[in-house]
T-cell receptor
Framework: DQQVKQNSPSLSVQEGRISILNCDYT??????FLWYKKYPAEGPTFLIS?????DKNEDGRFTVFLNKSAKHLSLHIVPSQPGDSAVYFC???????????FGTGTRLTIIP | EPEVTQTPSHQVTQMGQEVILRCVPI?????FYWYRQILGQKVEFLVS????????KSEIFDDQFSVERPDGSNFTLKIRSTKLEDSAMYFC??????????FGPGTRLTVL
């Protein structure tokens, strides 16, 4: 089941610069997308979400962009901080359906 | 958002034994979920629970798994006869509606 893919297993970014994490999906019926951040030995922490009726959602340093035609979403973190170092998962769901389908994650390392 | 709590944080068991993992969500939450993450793999949906009934389950959630909310507070996942491949992090999640899910810290299950 590869409906949600994160093709970059890791990403390193200098502190203060922009981090861009990417996610692709294959199921065009997905209409709600979320990003979670995960530290080792902890549960996923919700960051930001976007519904399919929007193409952008912003919350502080975090912005999620959705390109429905390309079935692609991205998470921008500006400026990147050392505490942002973690594994980031994108997830998707169908309207009214509780199941979240996760990507494989991207390990983000912020270099001081 | 307040988190759910999960107990135990780490459970070690022998193959074939039964285990019960517990989740204590906030009482006004209606939707509860179990997910698991095998080491190095993606987070996978197991089951969703609404109004004291299973509302959806994955193909992973076979007859050896069961969920219940026996006393209106604790939400439990029981694995009747554990197998080596059940070793994973198990996450409980909750939501008010069928949108953003908030995860607990997880229980690490080790089957020997």
């Amino acid at each position: 089941d590869q409906q949600v893919k994160q093709n970059s297993p890791s990403l390193s970014v200098q502190e203060g610069r922009i981090s861009i994490l990417n996610c692709d999906y294959t199921n065009s019926m997905f209409d709600y997308f979320l990003w979670y951040k995960k530290y080792p030995a902890e549960g996923p922490t919700f960051l930001i979400s976007i519904s399919s009726i929007k193409d952008k959602n912003e919350d502080g340093r975090f912005t999620v962009f959705l390109n429905k035609s390309a079935k692609h979403l991205s998470l921008h973190i500006v400026p990147s901080q050392p505490g942002d170092s973690a594994v980031y998962f994108c997830a998707a769901s169908l309207f009214g359906n509780e199941k979240l389908t996760f990507g494989t994650g991207t390990r983000l390392t912020i270099i001081p | 958002e307040p988190e759910v709590t999960q107990t135990p944080s780490h459970q070690v068991t022998q193959m074939g034994q039964e285990v019960i993992l517990r989740c204590v969500p906030i009482s006004n939450h209606l939707y509860f979920y179990w997910y698991r993450q095998i080491l190095g793999q993606k987070v996978e949906f197991l089951v969703s629970f609404y109004n004291n009934e299973i509302s959806e389950k994955s193909e992973i959630f076979d007859d050896q798994f069961s969920v219940e909310r026996p006393d209106g507070s604790n939400f439990t996942l029981k694995i009747r006869s554990t197998k080596l491949e059940d070793s994973a992090m198990y996450f409980c999640a909750r939501s008010v509606g069928t949108d953003t899910q908030y995860f607990g810290p997880g229980t690490r299950l080790t089957v020997l």
